[in-house]
């Protein structure tokens, strides 16, 4: 069974740095890619990166230059690291399994809000 | 980068009503078009992909049509459990949602 979960911490101080894990099971991180995407309060989504199954990332041109996504695939694991967070960046965080275009798996989110 | 323009941006309809919703790309996307919902405090689940394939599971009530730039979702007969937010996602050039859809019953 294809699962993908979020952990971080809940509240990050303004322009610190965010980092969240995504930990996934029932598929091989070498095989498949991972997006982040992003969802504020009552708003739509944003997608922010993706790490692929060879290992090279691209990112939402709006974030590039605040964001890093990186993998350790014998943890099966994917982060996230975003500095300078502003209150902006409060949202839910979400990892999705991706491939072909398709977002076809999704990790519960992950509530973060930047506040002081 | 690509917009998508999705309307309305708040639909009320009965029980059994067909819906539609709709995504207008600013540039042609050919056919990589997605439609997810998502319902109160959940993550967005999969519809259809590439325009009009219908995912594993998805009650063939949904159905996705379109090409190039204008791009619909109908629902043939909505269910109470249908009440959810509807988002577009293009995937043509980089990812670009679509604002959302809020879809209750009247």
């Known amino acids: 069974q294809v699962q993908l979960k979020e952990s971080g911490p809940g509240l990050v101080q303004p322009s610190q740095t965010l980092s969240l894990t995504c930990t996934v099971s029932g598929f091989s991180l070498t095989s498949n890619s991972v997006s982040w995407v992003r969802q504020p309060p009552g708003k739509g989504l944003e997608w922010m990166g993706a790490i692929w199954s060879g290992g090279s990332t691209d990112y939402n041109s709006a974030l590039k230059s605040r964001l890093s996504i990186s993998r350790d695939t014998s943890k099966s694991q994917v982060f996230l690291k975003m500095n300078s967070l502003q209150t902006e960046d409060t949202a839910i965080y979400f990892c999705t399994r991706f491939g072909l275009g398709v977002m076809d798996a999704w990790g519960q989110g992950a509530s973060v809000t930047v506040s002081s | 980068d690509i917009q998508m323009t999705q309307s309305p941006s708040f639909l009320s309809a009965s029980v059994g009503d067909r819906v539609t919703i709709n995504c207008k790309a600013s540039?042609?996307?050919?056919?990589?078009l997605n439609w997810y919902q998502q319902k109160l405090g959940e993550a967005p689940k999969l519809l259809i992909y590439n325009a009009n394939s219908l995912q594993t599971g998805i009650p063939s009530r949904f159905s996705g049509s379109g090409s190039g730039t204008d791009f619909t979702l109908t629902i043939s007969s909505l269910q109470p459990e249908d009440v959810a937010t509807y988002f577009c996602l293009q995937h043509n050039s980089w990812l670009t949602f679509g604002s959302g859809t809020k879809l209750e019953i009247k």
């Open positions: 540039q042609n996307i050919n056919r990589y």
